[in-house]
């Protein structure tokens, strides 16, 4: 920038009689900040625009016949300020604004959740009167109320300085909670009618019933953290402690590819709430509902905290020893291994546990047939993610926040990753970044991005990526970015349109899985076709890159593609395979949930690595607890390829996966070059997982590969089924808060989940006779659903469902995903999944 630039675009200014620069258009209250003077103010946030709600922020401009709050006043040439610091009018002022607002506030400070990290409480003892002149009586209202299962509000508590509203309204877009009334008995409340046809019932109190619920976003625990009072608590953590008695670990979240930045507070060794970290370049200094209150997984009741043994005589568990379940493990799959183990990785590990499976599964199983993909997949996708994604970091949160625009398909933002959804927002409300969704319908996420919609029946997408030119046109666009989701992986052809499209636009491509272990797991090798680092299993000087980094012997590794995970399971299940390796994986997550029970039931030999009782270790042979995300070390690794390290939160006696693996190898009858088995070993190799350090100094020092990228996919397009008289081709995708493993049993964020529904098109509503509300059954030959009926602005013949809410389990119930053909009936009563 030239001189005459700079000269043109700042100001000179004195703040309490120093002499600063400052841009134009900059706040006063910002420029004091970098000065390290403190202006007391509440309705202020940085990340919020300025609303002079509170007035406590007054200060003393000179030329100005009253104070003025420093949150709305900008700067100016020559601008001469006094803060409280040096003007009695400033002081007097703000010593003023607060004595207003401890008129009708409670001195409940003892009793309340605020206290101890309240501002109001900080700045009423810096700021305020020693004594208050107000002796009338104050102000009360019925106290609390749930706006939502989760979120309660205090309206004496509340100082109406719309941080709350602001947030809502500004970076969330859920409008559920304003100010209302007028004068003095203006207050924060909710709507009593949500957006999704809830019975409010009219009298500040929320009905009974999910739709019922009054605050229904999934941002609503920002408005908690952001209150500068106890006017809105947590359900979860609401009398449970003291600030000054919690120790609090930065730490990462575990739930989505999103990457957030957390806090976890922790007291006498159990977490009580997790808070948004504060991170510009990712999350900002928000997170969504399920990051921060999911966490009650890891003192479930059904929680395995001692390793299984299944008995052979009586065929029921028994607690053993770890020497003694270790021992069973090892044994177990070593006489498996002569007829293939199968290595189910799932999709929550971190890079070093993910890093631990691919090295067990080549070193002591002999086999490539690992995969972290516990959901429906192709093998296009698998060459996909070789050639497009591995090692890959060329899109980031910066890039979505400044794109022009970005096509997105096989994704919905804010169910599937909550923190893409609001950079896309903030981009579309600042800058009126142009959003394309490839999607059947427009969902509230979409519409909130003000997304275009270009139509598309489930498994139409390959060919409208391929050759609809308003989407070339769009990512024609210099800086355009082209959004993947990994449900495009059961479209024929999407992943391959998707890469040519990105190659012939010059759009920059992204793809965002949903579970937090997804990315990292392809760059530490759990994929059949995939060494760590990107490698091709194939390729010989890739295995030999391996070989030398892991000092095994040259050609120890196979060679072959191993099979994905359908095909584990399919030959699991045809009894082709000796045993099953399987750690977080949940059968009702993958294409055939029935077929994946049928495989744990014939596999010769299971294991299961696991954290809670599931229906695996209900069929497992041997069943080893390990550590959840709170009681290890480790590194996620974002959808943008960032890596999210975080240390251990709760450190207790649980292993990582890394180190139960490393135990079990050791006893494996492996042969091994390494040194360490020459050290008091007689059989079995050192993997050298058992320390999440040891991990990361081995991936660092591993040097980046020479060979070759593969070449994308490149599959064709398939055509569309085709629907006859009362069928439907299905679309469904996640919510957010449903029925995963990590959230079941949590009543109180099951609370805020959004009400499962069929949304069916005008054709099918009239056809079938039905209206908004009343009950449809969507079958197939394997079982049907029965949802209320919301007649939504679909394609012909679609019909939507969520695929893993309450009484919707699409895949274990109707045994089918995306694309399918179901049939649908009209219902007299709704009813649950049969």
């Not at 739709?211 to 625990?221: E, H, K, Q, T, V």
């Not at 007689?682 to 990228?709: H, N, Y």
């Amino acid at each position: 920038m030239t001189d005459v630039a700079k000269q043109t675009n700042t100001v000179s200014l004195t703040i309490d009689g120093i002499p600063v620069t400052a841009e134009k258009g900059e706040l006063v209250i910002r420029v004091a900040e970098r000065m390290g003077i403190a202006i007391p103010r509440f309705c202020d946030h940085p990340l919020l625009a300025p609303a002079g709600a509170c007035r406590q922020c007054l200060v003393d401009v000179e030329g100005q016949r009253k104070p003025v709050a420093s949150c709305t006043q900008t700067v100016a040439e020559g601008m001469v300020v006094r803060t409280q610091l040096t003007s009695e009018v400033a002081a007097k002022a703000q010593g003023g604004v607060m004595e207003l607002l401890l008129a009708n506030h409670p001195l409940d400070c003892p009793t309340c959740d605020k206290g101890g990290e309240c501002p109001l409480q900080n700045q009423a003892m810096t700021n305020g009167r020693a004594d208050s002149r107000f002796h009338e009586k104050k102000r009360e209202y019925e106290k609390p109320i749930h706006i939502s299962s989760q979120v309660l509000l205090d309206r004496e508590r509340c100082i109406l300085c719309q941080r709350c509203t602001r947030f809502s309204e500004e970076i969330a877009g859920d409008k559920f909670i304003d100010l209302m009334d007028r004068s003095s008995g203006e207050q924060i409340n909710v709507y009593r009618d949500d957006f999704f046809g809830g019975r409010g019932t009219g009298d500040g109190q929320v009905g009974e019933g999910e739709g019922d619920i009054a605050f229904n976003s999934y941002f609503s625990g920002n408005t908690i953290q952001i209150c500068p009072v106890g006017a809105l608590t947590g359900e979860q953590y609401r009398f449970r402690a003291r600030p000054f008695d919690l120790v609090s670990t930065p730490t990462a979240c575990e739930h989505c590819a999103a990457g957030c930045s957390m806090r976890a507070d922790h007291r006498r060794g159990k977490v009580l709430r997790r808070l948004a970290g504060d991170d510009p370049a990712v999350n900002e200094e928000w997170n969504c509902d399920k990051g921060r209150w999911g966490f009650q997984y890891q003192v479930a009741d059904d929680r395995i905290m001692t390793p299984l043994l299944r008995d052979a005589a009586t065929g029921e568990f028994r607690e053993a020893s770890w020497s003694e379940a270790l021992l069973a493990a090892a044994e177990g799959l070593t006489a498996a291994k002569s007829a293939g183990v199968g290595v189910l990785a799932g999709g929550r590990l971190t890079v070093e546990d993910a890093y631990a499976y691919a090295k067990f599964a080549r070193v002591a199983l002999d086999t490539n047939d690992v995969d972290f993909r516990a959901r429906p997949l192709s093998a296009e996708e698998a060459d996909f993610l070789a050639s497009s994604v591995a090692g890959v970091a060329d899109v980031t949160y910066d890039d979505v926040e400044n794109a022009p625009a970005a096509v997105i398909v096989g994704l919905e933002p804010e169910e599937e990753c909550p923190i893409l959804f609001l950079r896309l927002r903030k981009a579309h409300v600042g800058r009126k970044i142009q959003v394309t969704a490839v999607a059947p319908f427009l969902s509230r996420g979409f519409e909130k991005l003000g997304a275009a919609l270009v139509a598309a029946v489930p498994g139409d997408e390959a060919r409208l990526l391929a050759g609809d030119p308003a989407i070339a046109a769009t990512l024609s666009t210099p800086g355009a970015l082209l959004i993947v989701g990994e449900r495009l992986a059961t479209v024929p052809g999407g992943l391959s349109a998707a890469a040519e499209l990105a190659a012939r636009t010059g759009a920059r491509l992204a793809w965002v899985p949903r579970r937090a272990g997804d990315r990292g797991a392809i760059d530490a090798g759990c994929l059949p076709n995939l060494l760590p680092g990107g490698r091709p299993v194939g390729d010989p000087a890739a295995r030999a890159e391996i070989s030398l980094a892991w000092n095994v012997e040259a050609g120890a590794l196979p060679s072959r593609p191993g099979r994905d995970t359908d095909a584990i399971v399919a030959a699991a299940a045809a009894g082709q395979l000796g045993g099953l390796l399987v750690a977080g994986v949940d059968p009702g997550d993958l294409a055939d949930p029935r077929l994946a029970d049928q495989a744990l039931d014939s596999a010769g030999f299971v294991v299961s690595l696991e954290i809670r009782h599931s229906a695996v270790t209900r069929r497992a042979d041997v069943v080893l607890p390990v550590a959840p995300a709170a009681e290890k070390s480790g590194t996620y690794l974002d959808w943008e390829g960032r890596l999210r390290s975080f240390g251990t939160v709760l450190p207790s006696t649980a292993m990582t996966d890394g180190r139960v693996l490393e135990a079990i190898a050791a006893l494996m009858d492996v042969p091994s070059s390494h040194p360490a088995t020459t050290q008091n070993r007689t059989k079995g190799i050192s993997l050298g997982t058992g320390d999440v350090m040891a991990i990361r100094r081995e991936l660092g020092a591993m040097p980046p590969s020479k060979a070759p990228r593969p070449a994308a996919p490149a599959v064709a397009a398939s055509a569309l089924p085709e629907a006859g008289q009362h069928e439907a081709v299905l679309a469904t995708w996640h919510h957010l808060i449903d029925l995963g493993s990590m959230l079941e049993g949590d009543k109180v964020l099951a609370g805020t989940a959004r009400p499962p529904v069929a949304r069916i098109g005008k054709d099918l509503a009239e056809a079938l006779g039905v209206a908004d509300g009343d009950a449809v059954t969507v079958g197939t030959d394997r079982g049907a659903i029965t949802l209320p009926a919301a007649v939504t602005d679909l394609p012909p013949r679609v019909v939507w469902l969520p695929t893993n809410s309450p009484g919707s389990t699409i895949r274990r119930s109707l045994g089918v995903t995306a694309g399918a053909v179901v049939r649908l009936s009209a219902s007299a009563s709704s009813g649950a999944t049969s």
